[in-house]
């Protein structure tokens, strides 16, 4: 079972710490076993205009195979030293540590990120970038994994980034669940813009509304960027703005990371051979979805079906 630890204190911001418990601490029934989360703080902490107990002190953190940190609510005060101390001393012993909006703050302050990519909400990036010169600050994306250190920007990144920790522990098909039981989209990756028009679109609440269920149905097909505009009754021109506005990215790499995500799934719950999967998500042969996957996932696809496949519960 793998241990999700929230590290908490004075100051943090209620919305990114109940998301996370939300995700974590809540078995919805979809791997076996699922996450142990704990809260540890200092003590009692305040949160916004709540008060929260905490189940152990902050040198729990150290036994956490996940650290969460979340948000700090102001960036202008150093966080406390303590909470610093203790997610040092929990990376240190090996556990991986994820930052959700301004709780960048604190794993900058550690020193977790110096000489790495990392990111936080878009408004404070500047704050960190001054005043962590060694962290090389992006402010354009939703969030960045590198590897045992991992940063988000603000409140709907933040369910991204949680997302994607259920996605590396638990397989696409898991955490595509659990984002259909939160209602909230499950393809966002981690290099698409913080600066979008609508960055959790509703369903009908913009033009590409139509667009997106057709083409999730027609992944085994070669789409173009002129069929997507075509459906989509307007020129390639407006579409690849519209995409910009709406999911931060182009027309085509959407579409690539549907087709991705798309082949984990069936990886996960089906027995077909990389052939059939390859015709199945619209990538043509065996070495194309090898090519591109690993590119995006980081390991082949036998492996992956070898490390999630056991996971999925029926």
Same mark, same amino acid.
């Given at each position: 079972?793998?241990?999700?630890?929230? $590290?908490?204190?004075?100051?943090?911001?209620?919305?990114?710490?109940?998301?996370?418990?939300?995700?974590?601490?809540?078995?919805? =029934?979809?791997?076996?076993?699922?996450?142990?989360?704990?809260?540890? =703080?200092?003590?009692?902490?305040? #949160?916004?205009?709540?008060?929260?107990?905490?189940?152990?002190?902050?040198?729990?953190?150290?036994?956490?195979?996940?650290?969460?940190?979340?948000?700090?609510?102001?960036?202008?005060?150093?966080?406390?030293?303590?909470?610093?101390?203790?997610?040092?001393?929990?990376?240190?012993?090996?556990? %991986?540590?994820?930052?959700?909006?301004?709780?960048?703050?604190?794993?900058? #302050?550690?020193?977790?990120?110096?000489?790495?990519?990392?990111?936080?909400?878009w408004a404070h990036t500047r704050d960190l970038a001054a005043r962590?010169?060694?962290?090389?600050?992006?402010?354009?994306?939703?969030?960045?994994?590198?590897?045992?250190?991992?940063?988000?920007?603000?409140?709907? $990144?933040?369910?991204?980034?949680?997302?994607?920790?259920?996605?590396?522990?638990?397989?696409?098909?898991?955490?595509?669940?659990?984002? %259909?039981?939160?209602?909230?989209?499950?393809?966002?990756?981690?290099?698409?813009?913080?600066?979008?028009?609508?960055?959790?679109?509703?369903?009908?609440?913009?033009?590409?509304?139509?667009?997106?269920?057709?083409?999730?149905?027609?992944?085994?097909?070669?789409?173009?960027?002129?069929?997507?505009?075509?459906? $989509?009754?307007?020129?390639?021109?407006?579409?690849?703005?519209?995409?910009?506005?709406?999911?931060?990215?182009?027309?085509?790499?959407?579409?690539?990371?549907? %087709?991705?995500?798309? #082949?984990?799934?069936?990886?996960?719950?089906?027995?077909?051979?990389?052939?059939?999967? #390859?015709?199945?998500?619209?990538?043509?042969?065996?070495?194309?979805?090898?090519?591109?996957?690993?590119?995006?996932?980081?390991?082949?696809?036998?492996?992956?079906?070898?490390?999630?496949?056991? %996971?999925v519960r029926p």
């Open positions: 079972m793998i241990t999700v630890a929230l $590290a908490v204190t004075d100051g943090m911001l209620h919305f990114e710490l109940s998301l996370a418990y939300e995700v974590f601490g809540t078995d919805p =029934g979809l791997a076996d076993p699922w996450y142990e989360l704990v809260v540890c =703080g200092p003590g009692a902490v305040r #949160a916004g205009r709540f008060l929260l107990e905490p189940d152990h002190g902050l040198d729990r953190l150290r036994q956490a195979h996940t650290v969460i940190v979340p948000g700090w609510a102001d960036v202008d005060v150093d966080p406390p030293a303590d909470l610093v101390d203790a997610v040092r001393a929990a990376h240190e012993s090996g556990a %991986r540590v994820a930052s959700l909006c301004t709780g960048a703050f604190v794993l900058a #302050a550690a020193g977790l990120l110096d000489g790495k990519r990392a990111t936080t909400h962590h010169p060694h962290v090389q600050v992006d402010p354009d994306v939703l969030y960045v994994d590198s590897g045992s250190v991992l940063t988000s920007a603000g409140k709907a $990144a933040a369910m991204d980034l949680c997302l994607h920790l259920v996605r590396l522990d638990h397989g696409s098909s898991v955490a595509n669940a659990v984002a %259909r039981r939160l209602v909230v989209p499950p393809h966002r990756d981690g290099g698409q813009s913080q600066f979008v028009t609508t960055p959790v679109p509703a369903p009908g609440s913009h033009p590409l509304a139509d667009l997106f269920p057709w083409v999730i149905e027609r992944l085994d097909r070669p789409l173009t960027v002129e069929d997507l505009a075509r459906r $989509a009754r307007m020129s390639s021109r407006n579409l690849n703005r519209h995409f910009r506005s709406v999911t931060g990215t182009t027309p085509l790499q959407w579409l690539l990371t549907q %087709r991705i995500r798309h #082949a984990q799934e069936l990886l996960e719950t089906t027995d077909d051979g990389i052939d059939t999967i #390859a015709e199945a998500t619209g990538m043509g042969t065996a070495t194309t979805l090898r090519r591109h996957f690993n590119r995006r996932v980081g390991v082949p696809p036998d492996a992956y079906r070898r490390t999630f496949r056991s %996971r």
